[in-house]
C-alpha cells in the first residue's frame, strides 16, 4: 500500500498491489492529497490522511479495502492531522476495543480525549 502521485505532483491517491507486483489497484480519487496510509486492526479498512475537503487541513478518513465504498471521515477539522496509527487494546492481541494516535500539528492527540502533548 502507498501513495502515487499524479504527473504535476498535486495529487496522491492511495493505491494497493500483491509483494510480487501484480494486481495494482487504486483505491483513493479524490483529486486531493491523500498520504499516511495504515491498515485497521480488523484488516478490512484503510485509514489516511487526506486533504479532501479543502486544502487547509488533512484530516482522517476510513475507506474499505477494495475502495468501492464511500469514505468515512473520523475526525473534525480542529487541526490539521497527519500519520494515523491504530491497534488493539485489551487483553492479549484479540482485544475488541481500538485505539488511535495521531500526530496533530505540533502535538500529539490521544483520540477521545483533549490531552495533548508538545513534540518538542
Known sequence: ??????EEELIADIWTMKPDGTELQQITSFSSMSWAPYTHPSGEYILLATNKLGFAN???FMVDFEGTKEPVRI??????????CLRRTGPGSHGRQTAMVVAAGRSILQA????????R
Open 1 to 6: 500500500m502507498w501513495r502515487r502521485f499524479d
Open 58 to 60: 488533512f484530516e482522517f
Open 75 to 84: 475526525t473534525l477539522p480542529t487541526a490539521s492531522m497527519g500519520f494515523p
Open 112 to 119: 477521545g480525549t483533549t490531552k495533548r502533548r508538545s513534540m
